[in-house]
């Protein structure tokens, strides 16, 4: 790769590609830590990008109708922060770029969402960002169907590399996308032939472009550092009905000594090697310097996006103003009034004809009234969609002959599904929920956390929570999963006990605009437990008394979901014996926790014995049974110590102990 | 489908193959549940596989050299559990088949790994299977290249269904495949177009062949209800240098009311179309009855495997008798007689040179001593090789120039890798280990659980524990994933805290024959902790005292690696105070719950305060500090309650207050 042609061939173009470049290298040698190449590989495609398609407005970082532009290779967080800084958006600040990946920075070591506008979501594990941006793009589908071309009209353009192409949830998000037709996304691979561990060929000589290609993707191949072709491939791109690839065939680290190697990947510090690949770009600003002139023109390309989104919002001012507040409050995360006033309905409803239903059924009703008055919601399944009991009247199929449809399926894509959500929530507009078995939260567990660290409040709606799935047997039987997820930051782990307690779980997950929520729900029928209607959300709570002892106060069982009725029949056997039992139902210990310490321990009063009841491994809760004032000497647990079975669900239940005669018996042994 | 000319066309065969599918039509309606379609579509394709091309012996079901019959699609159980049983595995009773699904059956609803010999892997999970067989053909390739192919030289085939396709787990295998030429690996594709949810074509418009050819895929097509296409089919997949996909157009439920139809892919169980079913067939015999001639031809098959299996014992006697106790060590799973010896000498000198150094790299140094007296060892890393320090001299890359090469670069594919992993084991003769970030145990959860389930003793090199990854941020910064990992049956988790605790968990790792482990190790350097040299593993123990309290013992310490050392600075502040401070490193929770009640005890005996100190969340923490004797008055935790942040390590332990001062100032908080 001659430097010096690629100079002469394009010189304004090179000087401004040459800002991200030298802007990288400078940050990572203040950080000393970093990846330098791939900023340096793909600067040519990104400067084509923002000054000849990208439609955004530096000023207004949130315009619903801009372009999205989702950096799948995050690690070369860089490119992101140079471009955002150089067309000026206002909180990356030269002094960010200095602070690179320094404490408090908005500069983190990967882009995080959240920590500065423009970043559109978190990227660095392998493979989301392609995946997220599956999710943008239907989102746009999908709110431009709702609300014209006028208002919603744009494209979502991703850079993906080698990495992200190896992992398997790429490949998941991939060939959704061909099968959807997504059309107005654009993924530049960054095709460089060089990973971590040296040649791609050493660990894949896969065909990407006949990959794609096999899942109805539109494919080109381009010389990555030719902006004339560069921008022809993004036009012909725009131009195809389908979703498309471009295979920029790139040179990592590019007029720096460590051009096309590994080595080129990660931190180059080196101040001599440095200095000469400035030299050979013909950069001769300081450290962090921009010359006037190359700002000047990055800066342009921002003001472009302003006339743009000028001419968007005299558009979107002709909506009337109901439609307006309409758009507004969906893009704000508002839930919409008539949500409390439903599940209220539904919540009396139930307590009155108290119906013995799976929980997964029983959130398949709460959807029935939800769905309705939430033009927002967009279901799906991996799947799944008869057992997890997410489709409801009308929502109709979501796919390119019917682009209003609200129901997605995913396909047998746990992880690409999760991922996808992120990406929806991300975009803003839509609310999405997606289900699969409780098991398999194990396949999506990569986006599941990536939903609580970007604080993106998608609902996972896991169903077959437990060894009650029965027959399929222990592979598809959750034993750890509450425990796992539960130690998980930021995210709320619902496991109602009936039809009120998922009717209140649900109103939480799609009130919250901050918590992703997984709602773990049963296979089985469970009799209601909440009989007497009340209109507080008493699971937003996380955990209330059920049902008082009626004698004095010897015991108080803990349990959650199916198990609450195993409380409740184990607290009949007790009182019998004159053993005053109290039933604390725990839908949410995330949300119990946040209660005030006074509320938690008139819950969990000192003194009496407690013992838990869950279809789980006790891990966690001893938080509950000896923390907050309990005992060890008095605390028991009822619950699986291993990996479940396959069998009709009873027969597990009564083989693995879990029934209110070997609770109400623990109760008694701590009793004595 | 006009069965009658399947009939006509090929009547023995046909035959054979209804047996199949009458007895899965039976079990299932036995059971009043299972999946009926799948083995009903693929029986052509089992019966012709098993008549003229999988080599095995019903009698020997372990042999070594004994060809492996992989059912991905585990929900067609039935299809497995029917052949071997026709063939005449001892284990696969009749009875067994009549007792589909039920408590204490061999015959649960997807295949167990253990329960019946002739079951390969535990399937059901999607896509595993597919993703187990690449790591069986890896082994075979292997051991092939270190045995010769008179010792070693069989297939691996597999049955996928789209459900398998979909998922990205098999999508990394098949690229992996592909790029490591497994030519003894055949992949049929039961390209049936329904899933769950309808048709394929609503979740997925692939091109199968084109997208496994992408990837180096021989590739063919063939209807797969034409015993003689088939047949063909496989011949020339043998024959081919490649692995081999054969896409089998089939109808799902063939013959039954719901062919073509996805109810047809669950329990198919009405009396009146069961019966309908068989009379299509011409299938004369009643419930769970086959013909005598059918049976017989059934069982002259594993006769054809019982002479290959005598050809092959001979060839195997004409080796030297150590050869053969090689041999039979590692398929024993048996840890080579210098493996304790040379741990024991690194520990010695590790004690006495007390390097600062990180677990990533005192796992390296263990490797360096223990790869060169156990050829069985196959190491690898998702692309983070350099990272990860899973590489020592010598292992040479396993590629298709160099297959006696012991180091695989899995590419980025931690699921793929997991998968693998476990097939490696199952096929026996190895021992894998393989490497990524902590925080992509995330990305391979759905492979880590099915070690753990199917006793697989994979080793999980997980580098980068913790906050102490520095600048790359909170995606690539563990927090909640010891607690996952932990909860979690069958697993240890080793956290240790210097190069003696890391060699003593790999010993332990190394020699475990039925419990996977994760090595959780640090990027950042740790002072040796352990000075004083002992012969015996103390991290076997689980957790040991480290350090005694010098005055009164006021306090206990409890750490894991990392936090270790910081511990032990604590208690000197404390001791300083006159506080007297044991410090009990723990290194792996699971080995110490299976101590003995009196030595936990003895480790953390009653009364003094108890502060833990990990840079993770507290969640499973309260076991050991209010269980075991704990009080939860005096019970303290210095760690993480959020997810990380990118900055300098230091600055991270630092800001985070995981530091000496916080423990000793929270130790003091709870004296008083």
């Not at 000849?52 to 922060?81: C, E, Q, T, V």
């Not at 967009?378 to 799944?384: K, R, Y």
């Not at 409780?438 to 599941?448: K, L, P, Q, V, W």
């Not at 056997?573 to 946040?594: D, H, K, N, Y």
């Amino acid at each position: 790769m001659d430097i010096a042609d690629l100079r002469s061939a394009h010189p304004d173009h090179w000087m401004r590609a040459a800002a991200i470049r030298t802007l990288t290298l400078d940050a990572v040698a203040a950080a000393n830590s970093g990846h330098s190449g791939m900023p340096m590989g793909m600067a040519d495609v990104a400067t084509v990008l923002y000054q000849n398609h990208l439609r955004f407005d530096p000023k207004a970082p949130h315009w619903p109708d801009r372009d999205r532009f989702i950096l799948s290779a995050g690690h070369g967080s860089m490119l992101l922060y140079s471009v955002l800084h150089l067309t000026g958006y206002e909180q990356m600040t030269l002094q960010q770029l200095k602070d690179f990946r320094q404490w408090g920075a908005r500069t983190a070591g990967h882009p995080e969402y959240g920590h500065a506008e423009g970043i559109e979501t978190t990227t660095g594990p392998l493979g989301q960002g392609l995946a997220n941006a599956v999710g943008f793009a239907m989102a746009e589908e999908s709110l431009r169907a709702h609300w014209g071309k006028n208002i919603i009209n744009h494209h979502t353009y991703v850079m993906a590399g080698d990495g992200c192409l190896m992992e398997g949830v790429s490949q998941e998000a991939l060939a959704l996308a061909g099968m959807q037709q997504l059309g107005h996304l654009i993924v530049f691979f960054d095709d460089n032939g060089i990973t971590i561990d040296g040649k791609v060929s050493i660990a894949d000589k896969t065909d990407q472009p006949a990959r794609f290609a096999a899942s109805g993707w539109h494919v080109q191949e381009i010389d990555g550092h030719d902006p004339v072709a560069i921008d022809a491939a993004i036009t012909a791109a725009k131009a195809d009905p389908r979703p498309s690839m471009i295979a920029c065939k790139t040179h990592i680290a590019l007029g720096h000594a460590a051009q096309d190697t590994s080595k080129g990947h990660g931190a180059l510090t080196d101040a001599a090697q440095l200095q000469a690949a400035k030299d050979a770009y013909g950069w001769t600003a300081g450290p962090f310097e921009i010359p006037e002139n190359i700002k000047a023109e990055w800066e342009a390309m921002g003001a472009r996006g302003a006339e743009a989104h000028a001419e968007w919002q005299s558009r979107f001012e002709k909506l009337s103003s109901t439609k307006q507040a309409a758009f507004q409050r969906q893009f704000d995360m508002d839930a919409p009034k008539a949500l409390a006033a439903r599940v209220r309905a539904l919540k009396k409803q139930a307590s009155e004809s108290a119906p013995k239903v799976a929980t997964r059924k029983s959130s398949e009703n709460v959807l029935e009234v939800i769905n309705p008055v939430m033009p927002e919601t967009i279901g799906g399944s991996a799947d799944l969609t008869g057992s997890n009991n997410t489709l409801t009247s009308d929502l109709g199929t979501f796919n390119p002959e019917n682009r209003k449809g609200r129901y997605v399926y995913f396909g047998v894509r746990e992880h690409g599904m999760a991922a996808a959500m992120n990406g929806m929530v991300l975009h803003g507009g839509v609310r999405p929920y997606g289900g699969t078995f409780m098991c398999f939260t194990d396949y999506a567990r990569g986006a599941i956390r990536l939903s609580a660290l970007m604080k993106a409040p998608v609902v996972y709606v896991m169903t077959h929570d437990s060894i009650g799935l029965g027959e399929d047997g222990p592979t598809h039987q959750p034993v750890e999963h509450l425990a796992m997820l539960r130690a998980t930051p930021n995210l709320n782990v619902f496991r109602p006990a009936d039809t009120v307690e998922t009717a209140e779980a649900w109103e939480w997950a799609l009130t919250s605009k901050t918590t992703p929520s997984v709602l773990a729900l049963t296979r089985q029928g469970l009799p209601t437990v909440r009989k007497e209607h009340k209109t507080k959300n008493l699971t937003a709570q996380g955990a209330y008394v059920l049902a008082e002892a009626e004698g004095k106060r010897k015991a108080i069982l803990m349990a959650t979901g199916s198990e609450v009725s195993v409380a409740l029949e184990a607290k009949a056997l007790l009182e019998a014996e004159g053993i005053g039992t109290r039933v604390v139902s725990m839908p949410c210990w995330e949300l119990f926790e946040q209660q005030p310490d006074a509320y938690r321990r008139k819950v969990l009063p000192p003194g009496p014995v407690r013992v838990a009841i869950e279809a789980a491994v006790r891990f966690g809760w001893d938080r509950w049974l000896m923390g907050e004032g309990g005992r060890r000497e008095k605390a028991g647990y009822v619950g699986m110590d291993d990996f479940g079975a396959s069998a009709p669900a009873e027969t597990l239940f009564e083989e693995f102990g879990i029934t209110a005669e070997a609770t109400a018996a623990k109760v008694k042994s701590l009793i004595k």
